[in-house]
T-cell receptor, first 116, second 112 residues
Framework: AQKVTQAQTEISVVEKEDVTLDCVYETRDTTYYLFWYKQPPSGELVFLIRRNSFDEQNEISGRYSWNFQKSTSSFNFTITASQVVDSAVYFC?????????????FGKGTKLSVKP | DAGVTQSPTHLIKTRGQQVTLRCSPKSGHDTVSWYQQALGQGPQFIFQYYEEEERQRGNFPDRFSGHQFPNYSSELNVNALWLGDSALYLCASLLLVYQPQHFGDGTRLSIL
């Protein structure tokens, strides 16, 4: 069975601090995709990044960076110099390449609060 | 370019009633998936519609049913509502299965 675990339920930081959101996944498949989505209070899930299981290169996009480690089944997300606008719930998700029809398995999310 | 739109935004029902939620996919997308997000939880996959048929289904009872129309819009129907159905219902659309899904703002359903 596939599963995504986000052990951190809530994190609170002060603006400009760096923060890392943890994600651990379980799957027996060798080919899969991993995602991060942001959910602001409005409810919409905003796509942030997709990684496939063959690409373990870390990725940086502005203040955001992602660390994918297949050996530990982790796909962690770091926000550098956090801002109040980063406050949201962040979800890590897993999708199989075969048989999923694009549908996602989500973790329970981590609520990030960035205080000024 | 309109994104995924859902209606209504909020809905209040009582136990035993039935409800219909609506979704219009992002322009150019032909596949619609529905997710249920209970308070404090991650979204859970309900089912997916493609070519007006249910293509895949998650672990939800038959009380949850859906429909897709020729214009690719979709409806989610829930019968015999009970308190546990209170949740945010999210609709997502995509064109190709390997592409990221695009989500709407959701419909918040409250059961009294």
């Amino acid at each position: 069975a596939q599963k995504v675990t986000q052990a951190q339920t809530e994190i609170s930081v002060v603006e400009k601090e760096d923060v890392t959101l943890d994600c651990v996944y379980e799957t027996r498949d060798t080919t899969y995709y991993l995602f991060w989505y942001k959910q602001p209070p409005s409810g919409e899930l905003v796509f942030l990044i997709r990684r496939n299981s063959f690409d373990e290169q870390n990725e940086i996009s502005g203040r955001y960076s992602w660390n994918f480690q297949k050996s530990t089944s982790s796909f962690n997300f770091t926000i550098t110099a956090s801002q109040v606008v980063d406050s949201a719930v962040y979800f890590c998700a897993l999708r199989m390449v075969w048989g999923s029809q694009g549908n996602l398995i989500f973790g329970k999310g981590t609520k990030l609060s960035v205080k000024p | 370019d309109a994104g995924v739109t859902q209606s209504p935004t909020h809905l209040i029902k009582t136990r035993g009633q039935q409800v219909t939620l609506r979704c219009s996919p992002k322009s150019g997308h032909d596949t619609v998936s529905w997710y249920q997000q209970a308070l404090g939880q991650g979204p859970q996959f309900i089912f997916q519609y493609y070519e007006e048929e249910e293509r895949q289904r998650g672990n939800f009872p038959d009380r949850f049913s859906g429909h897709q129309f020729p214009n690719y819009s979709s409806e989610l129907n829930v019968n015999a509502l009970w308190l546990g159905d209170s949740a945010l219902y999210l609709c997502a659309s995509l064109l190709l299965v390997y592409q990221p899904q695009h989500f709407g703002d959701g419909t918040r359903l409250s059961i009294l």
